[in-house]
């Protein structure tokens, strides 16, 4: 169980093009997923906390109306990284944390990421 | 915010040989620190975690120190083998299931 998974993989784009990116809970409900950005050789910097039926927090540095987040289910979260540029070029990995958030020591569980190169 | 920084950034070892990484954090409410291994392209895997209440956990080869007075927690790997090779997160948070601040990262080499 606990399974999570990113589409697509990797995609390739043209500089100035919008990009969609899922994160899907397949077994389990996540009212919280988190967005994770890892450049090469990097550690995973957080981007923003995506709550069900919210707006998401985003990080300090984080521009929201380049990376917007929609939560619109409890198994679905999107990155959409619009009008994206070479130095958006990254592996993008989100994490989905269960709905029975109530036990004080639930766990978070990641996608596989997605590496988008953006020509 | 909480923030977190981990030595050394490469190790290589010696088959056999031990691996150690500490981590230290600046946030006192963080109460759960994961370690992750990595390799190339992939997701980071859980390896082990330990939470504030404990001092110390294993699981077989694997073992995590924590000392909440000092704010720093270290991994050590006994026996190492050349799969142990990978890149190793440290992390902490308010709570598992709680946004994770990563350290910077131990790329490990286990020379066979």
């Known amino acids: 169980g606990a399974v999570v998974s990113q589409h697509p993989s990797w995609v390739i784009c043209k500089s100035g093009t919008s990009v969609k990116i899922e994160c899907r809970s397949l077994?389990?409900?996540?009212?919280?997923m988190f967005w994770y950005r890892q450049f090469p050789k990097q550690s995973l910097m957080l981007m923003a906390t995506s709550n069900e039926g919210s707006k998401a927090t985003y990080e300090q540095g984080v521009e929201k109306d380049k990376f917007l987040i929609n939560h619109a289910s409890l198994t679905l979260s999107t990155l959409t990284v619009t009008s994206a540029h070479p130095e958006d070029s990254s592996f993008y990995i989100c994490s989905a944390r269960p709905a029975s958030a109530g036990v004080p020591y639930n766990e978070q569980f990641f996608g596989p990421g997605t590496r988008l190169t953006v020509l | 915010g909480e923030n977190v920084e981990q030595h050394p950034s490469t190790l290589s070892v010696q088959e056999g040989d031990s691996a150690v990484i500490k981590c230290t954090y600046s946030d006192s409410a963080s109460n759960y620190f994961p370690w992750y291994k990595q390799e190339l392209g992939k997701r980071p895997q859980l390896i082990i975690d330990i939470r504030s209440n404990v001092g110390e956990k294993k699981d077989q080869r694997i073992a995590v120190t924590l000392n909440k007075t000092a704010k720093h927690f270290s991994l050590h790997i006994t026996e190492t083998q050349p799969e142990d090779s990978a890149v190793y997160f440290c992390?902490?948070?308010?709570?598992?299931?709680?946004?994770?601040?990563f350290g910077g990262g131990t790329r490990v080499l286990v020379k066979p």
């Open positions: 992390a902490g948070s308010r709570g598992a299931g709680n946004k994770l601040t």
């Open positions: 077994d389990f409900q996540a009212t919280t």
